[in-house]
């Protein structure tokens, strides 16, 4: 009687445990929504446009950005990640290449340099059919040949 005793007692126990992390791991780090900075940025690079409308919510970012080419096309999606520091976006861009109908989704890096931000170009690798750049050599942030998003009014 003892022993039976003991093994419903025991297997209680794990069961209140077992809910007891879950329930700990469930609170989530979620961002102040309250304290939303948004801000929307134009850029250019040779004759095609970029139109991107950020915000930033703690460490997390969010929004949507369009690049219009200057052939007529179009790229159109959203955009999503973590800051680092206060100058390093990094994240997914998530798009339609000018109304088809499959989302592409390709890596995302943004340098805050002043008050723009450069859009950062590098070697695209895929892991498990999802994008990332690689380390070596390592993603350019240069002003002449990268788009240049300045905020816009």
């Given amino acids: 009687m003892k022993i039976l ?5 025991f297997h209680n126990s794990i069961i209140v445990l077992t809910m007891l ?11 102040n929504l309250n304290n939303v900075r948004k801000q929307k940025f134009i850029g250019y ?3 095609d446009t970029t139109i991107a409308i ?8 969010y929004g949507s950005m369009e690049v219009l080419y200057n052939v007529g096309m179009k790229d159109s999606g959203i955009v999503k990640g973590k800051l680092y520091g206060d100058t390093l976006f990094i994240g997914d861009y998530y798009h339609l290449h000018d109304g088809q109908d499959d989302w592409k989704r390709v ?3 943004l340098l805050r340099r002043q008050n723009k ?3 950062g170009e590098g070697i695209i690798a895929y ?10 050599p390592p993603v350019q942030y240069d002003e002449q040949t990268q788009f240049v998003l300045y905020p816009a009014k």
């Avoid at 005793?5 to 007692?9: A, I, T």
């Avoid at 950020?54 to 970012?61: E, L, N, P, T, W």
Wanted: hydrophobic share 50%; charged share 15%.
């Fill in 5 to 9: 005793w003991f093994k419903c007692v």
């Fill in 54 to 61: 950020i915000s930033v919510a703690g460490k997390d970012f």
């Fill in 127 to 136: 892991f498990a059919n999802m994008p990332f750049f690689v380390s070596y």
């Fill in 45 to 47: 690079r040779n004759k």
């Fill in 21 to 31: 992390f879950f329930a700990a791991s469930c609170t989530s780090n979620a961002p």
């Fill in 117 to 119: 931000l450069i859009l």
């Fill in 107 to 109: 890596p995302l890096r």
